[in-house]
């Protein structure tokens, strides 16, 4: 940095400065580190990061516009959120009830609820319904600390459904002010229409409804700021098959998006294996995931993605064995999965404390997998997840001094500003 360079933003005198910085994910080992810079600042201009480091380096190399006196808080990057299904209608607070009774999640989707129960929601809603409800959740992740969001279709499961969902979510991204990715997600379930052939509905999914996905994103905002488009497919019993998830997935790849995919939620069968053959960014729930298959994902350079609410949600004991995915070198990224059924959950910091408990993640492992490993998994990582010179000012400011209280003090929320492209958000 220059002598005295003029900047938009300063803040100034944080008691840490937590950059997750990185060159790449951070894996196994390196996740121990969120890289504190103790009595830090950060210098932010036109909406990107320009110096971050020691208050006593920076000061009095910059005249800011805006200065905030970060005294007695911490600084942190913003959180990534990179698997979510925030688009949805309607709500499934009666199978929450009847699950607390003793219907498991499998039980509910194999009798007709579940997934196909949203479907219908979402089918009979607009696009402006579906924008407003939407939007409504994003406020709120936003005022939690989100910043990126990971938003998959996979409610219309029709050709014209599931454009509607991508048209939704292409809104969101023009319209507030977190940045989305999005994801093509139209083999989640198997719709009413093909029930119980989940063989025809899967070649829907690659003859028909793909190549419309991908027509629309060519023409999508998306395409035009280079941000990627994913596939992703529900590999299960009741939902596709090891045979039928491979097809979905080289059909998105044929298509030039990248993979994704969920698996070993309740059910395992290969598909974490065939997942990295096909060089998948990330593979995301990996609950039951064997052995063999942690230590291939920990060779492999596609990300894991547990994702603990939906245990903590489905009143489960066992949860993803995250640790064995670092010992094994792997780079682990957190996210919500933000879902009407199995994690109706906005919250990062929700995420941070129940895996820091139930996964044994340090504080600081379970900030580097819910900003710059969760970036990574969504193709941001050259651009969020970290506060380093460069990238975009997607910025938190926290109530406390000690970024460990995020999953420390549980239950409320633990950020006092959100900073987004460089513009202080009041929410
Ligand atoms: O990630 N497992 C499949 N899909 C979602 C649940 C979606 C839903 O229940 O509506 C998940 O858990
Ligand atoms: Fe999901």
Known sequence: MGNMETVDLYLHNAEQVVTCASHGPKRGPAMADAGVIERGAVAVKDGRIVAAGPAAQLDGTVTAERVIDCTGRSVCPGFVDAHTHTVFGGDRAAEFELRIKGASYMEIMAAGGGIVSTVRHTRAASVDELARSAAARLDEMLALGTTTVEIKTGYGLSASDELKMLQVIEGLDRDHPCDIVPTFLGAHAVPPE??????????????????????WYASSRFAERGVPMY????????????DQSRRVLEAGIEAGFKTKIHVDQFNSFGGVAMALELGAASVDHLDVTDRAEIEALGESGTIAVPLPAVNFNLGMTDYADARAMMDSGAAVALATDL?????????????????????????????????????????EGEEAGSIEAGKRADILVLKAADYRHIPYFFGGNPVQTVIKRGRVMSL
Request: one cysteine or more; charged letters at 20%.
């Open 194 to 215: 093909f029930e119980g052939d989940a063989e025809a509905y899967t070649r829907c999914v690659v003859e028909e409804i793909l190549p419309e996905a991908a027509a």
């Open 231 to 242: 596939v992703d497919v529900f590999c299960e019993d009741h939902a596709f098959d090891l």
């Open 339 to 379: 879902n009407p059924g199995s994690a109706p959950c906005p919250s990062m910091p929700a995420v941070m404390a129940i895996a820091c408990r139930y996964q044994r993640l340090t504080p600081a492992e379970a900030l580097n997998a819910s900003t710059i490993n969760a970036a990574h998994a969504i193709g």
